[in-house]
């Protein structure tokens, strides 16, 4: 069974970090795209970051110069750096995976992350 495990959401002060992890079971992680999303209340679900199977990275523009997407195949574990958190970073954060050349993707059960003083 696929499975994505995901950590380290929770309460921070504006400015502070946070880092996300998702540990993916069942697949050959060297063969997917990696995704976080994010979707706050009210609002539609948004990339935050992607990672390819070569590593390039891309970023919505909120969030570029502040966070940072990274993959470790050897932990079959994707992570997201969060910096400068802000309020508006308030969101339900999700992992996605994407088979490379192909439409199978896997959606992992979500982190709350609260950005509020």
């Known amino acids: 069974q696929v499975q994505l495990v995901e950590s380290g959401g929770g309460l921070v002060q504006p400015g502070g970090s946070l880092r996300l992890s998702c540990a993916a079971s069942?697949?050959?992680?060297?063969?997917?795209?990696m995704g976080w999303y994010r979707q706050a209340p009210g609002k539609q679900r948004e990339l935050v970051a992607s990672i390819t199977i070569d590593g390039s990275t891309n970023y919505a523009d909120s969030v570029k110069g502040r966070f940072t997407i990274s993959r470790d195949n050897a932990k079959n574990t994707v992570y997201l750096r969060m910096n400068s958190l802000r309020p508006e970073d308030t969101a339900v954060y999700y992992c996605?995976?994407?088979?490379?050349?192909?439409?199978?993707?896997?959606w992992g059960q979500g982190t709350q992350v609260t950005v509020s003083s």
């Open positions: 069942g697949i050959i992680f060297r063969l997917y795209h």
């Open positions: 996605n995976v994407n088979r490379s050349w192909s439409t199978e993707h896997y």
